[in-house]
């Protein structure tokens, strides 16, 4: 009797990467010239959420490149900063948080079922909490779901991990 295979789709990243991405930022921020002396700040918070405090909306913005740059060079997708709106903090600064997004919400892993059931291939996936599981007796069943996935990772908000394959 043939085995079943199985794969489970997830959506997570690493937490030391991105502690030591925002320990980069943080160092840089004492180098830069246009950034010296402008009191910023980066904090990483509980690992949910990365708050950026600087003077004024330009050097926001510099400092929000210089993250994205630390993340890509440590192999973290950009898509996991779910960027919230600019606020104003104390002393005429401005504030701006990013969640940090872990996991499928329940939306997403439906959108992922139904555009593996629009293959057509003879696997099943199943919503298993934040994860979506996707089982078939064939493998290349299951390389041609990955393969597909890859090639639609525009279409999802959130970057897409592939996890124990059996």
Do not use: H, W
């Not at 489970?8 to 002396?37: C, G, P």
């Not at 990365?50 to 192999?75: F, G, W």
């Not at 900063?81 to 892993?109: C, I, M, S």
Request: aromatic share 4%; net charge positive; hydrophobic share 35%.
């Amino acid at each position: 009797m043939a085995k079943d295979c199985s794969f489970d789709i997830v959506s997570e990243y690493d937490k030391q990467e991105l502690v030591n991405a925002v320990d980069q930022v943080k160092r840089e921020l004492t180098t830069r010239f246009d950034l010296k002396n402008s009191n910023s700040a980066v904090e990483l918070e509980q690992d949910k959420e990365i708050t950026i405090t600087t003077n004024d909306e330009m050097k926001l913005k510099n400092i929000l490149d210089i993250l994205q740059s630390k993340l890509v060079k440590r192999n973290l997708s950009i898509k996991i900063l779910d960027p919230k709106p600019v606020e104003n903090a104390l002393g005429g600064n401005v504030r701006q948080v990013f969640a940090l997004k872990k996991g499928l919400t329940q939306e997403l892993a439906k959108k992922i079922v139904a555009d593996i059931k629009g293959t057509k291939l003879k696997v099943q996936a199943s919503i298993q909490g934040e994860q979506v599981r996707v089982t078939g007796k064939d493998k290349d069943d299951l390389q041609a779901v990955i393969q597909m996935l890859r090639q639609n990772a525009d279409s999802y908000d959130v970057p897409l991990q592939f996890t124990n394959y059996r």
